[in-house]
């Protein structure tokens, strides 16, 4: 069954510093979206994507935060100086239309640890 | 705002019972609402999606009810099973399909 997949699954970095995270969405599927789940907290929405650009984004997804599709079949999530509290599980998920029948399937998450 | 939460934070049964997880939404225009299971350290599985025109939606041993006058939920488990054992999120979406989470309840079906 075709699933989403998300690279690195742990990712470490130093304050300050810009951090790339990774997702291959199912290849048949539109509508992608990013996801942070801060540990022992709801799973948070940050941004959604669609025909290369940008359909809605939380409070959350501020200037720090950018979204890309450079290929046909990666899309990504940077976070361009990182925080403490940007520290968190990234979930990406896709799905193929954006009717009310459709389900978003989502990847195993990146764990960020920022220190 | 939408806000979603869900009762109870934590369950703990003996394997074979029948259980319920609810929810509750505070905006009843919802376009969806989907429960997910989430196992320890890893991704959200999708369970049940029920549409905003369904009443319910069932899944083998699952049955996910929806009221949206009342703004609630239900996730019906017959017969649990050790393997059930999980945190159960359910969310709702909005006319943008962007998902606002429950906190999750976290069920321990003991052998």
């Known amino acids: 069954e075709p699933e989403v997949t998300q690279t690195p699954s742990h990712q470490v970095t130093q304050m300050g510093q810009e951090v790339i995270l990774r997702c291959v969405p199912i290849?048949?599927?539109?509508?992608f979206y990013w996801y942070r789940q801060i540990l022992g907290q709801k799973v948070e929405f940050l941004v959604s994507?669609?025909?290369?650009?940008?359909?809605?984004k939380s409070e959350i997804f501020d200037d720090q935060f950018s979204v890309e599709r450079p290929d046909g079949s990666n899309f990504t999530l940077k976070i361009r100086s990182t925080k403490l509290e940007d520290s968190a599980m990234y979930f990406c998920?896709?799905?193929?239309?954006?009717?009310?029948?459709?389900?978003?399937?989502f990847g195993p998450g990146t764990r960020l640890l920022v220190l | 705002k939408q806000e979603v939460t869900q009762i109870p934070a934590a369950l703990s049964v003996p394997e074979g019972e029948n259980l319920v997880l609810n929810c509750s939404f505070t905006?009843?225009?919802?376009?969806?609402l989907q429960w997910f299971r989430q196992d320890p350290g890893k991704g959200l599985t999708s369970l049940l999606l029920?549409?905003?025109?369904?009443r319910e939606q069932t899944s083998g041993r699952l049955n996910a009810s929806l009221d949206k006058s009342s703004g609630r939920s239900t996730l019906y488990i017959a017969a649990s099973q050790p393997g059930d054992s999980a945190t159960y999120l359910c969310?709702?979406?909005?006319?943008?399909?962007?998902?606002?989470f429950g906190p999750g309840t976290r069920l321990s079906v003991l052998p």
């Open positions: 998920a896709s799905s193929q239309l954006r009717t009310a029948k459709e389900t978003q399937y």
């Open positions: 290849s048949n599927h539109l509508y």
């Open positions: 994507f669609y025909n290369n650009e940008i359909s809605e």
């Open positions: 905006d009843s225009a919802i376009y969806n």
């Open positions: 029920i549409q905003s025109s369904q």
């Open positions: 969310a709702a979406s909005d006319y943008g399909q962007n998902f606002v």
